[in-house]
């Protein structure tokens, strides 16, 4: 299943605000034309744009505002600056800053090797067989391989009826992010949910 839906309402939104990737918030951000998507299954997309000048006055932090950034769309998300454009001249210079939800980091890490079929080298006999999780078989444990290459990301609820069943995964790269919303998700027929605020 894939849903989203819009959560646009320019008079009730929260504050957004600019910080730091270790959530040191900046500043807050005097956004204009303001959206947010939220989505189920795929990363959420905030767009918004700000005047470099209002009332012939800079704002104060408008060269912090780059690529890397996190905004946080208060008490809702948390979301990683993607792309920045600039619209106007420099007297009446825009910013376009489009967003995503931080689980997109983790579309920029890889885990590798877990394919590595018909191979005698493990207690497998060659049989790449992963479970979802496990404290006991962390070699094997899907969500282990993506610990280790997302270390800011900890353990939420896992569905207890699924995490012990093994499957065959013959990935021989693949990012972390897509390791668990498509391999996992289609293997074990589940759905992962990233909370941004508590990063699990």
């Known amino acids: 299943m894939n849903f989203s839906y819009n959560k646009y309402h320019e008079l009730e939104t929260p504050d957004t605000y600019l910080a730091y990737p270790n959530k040191k918030i900046i500043c807050k951000l005097p956004v204009k034309n303001r959206q947010t998507e939220f989505s189920f299954v795929d990363p959420s997309t905030y767009t918004c744009s700000i005047n470099k000048y209002t009332n012939g006055i800079k704002f104060r932090y408008y060269d912090e505002i780059q690529i890397g950034r996190y905004i946080e769309f208060h008490n809702c998300e948390w979301f990683r600056i993607t792309d920045i454009s600039i619209s106007g001249d420099g007297e009446n210079e825009t910013l376009e800053i489009t967003a995503s939800s931080l689980e997109i980091e983790t579309s920029q890490t890889y885990v590798t090797a877990l394919g590595s079929l018909f191979t005698d080298e ?76 508590k990063k699990t």
């Open 122 to 197: 493990d207690d497998q006999g060659g049989l790449d067989i992963y479970c979802l999780y496990s404290e006991t078989d962390q070699a094997h444990s899907i969500m282990h391989k993506f610990f280790e290459k997302n270390p800011s990301w900890s353990m939420g609820y896992f569905d207890p009826a699924i995490k012990n069943e093994y499957r065959i995964v013959s990935e021989d790269s693949v990012t972390s992010y897509d390791l668990l919303t498509s391999t996992a998700m289609e293997l074990w027929e589940c759905v992962f949910q990233f909370d941004t605020y």
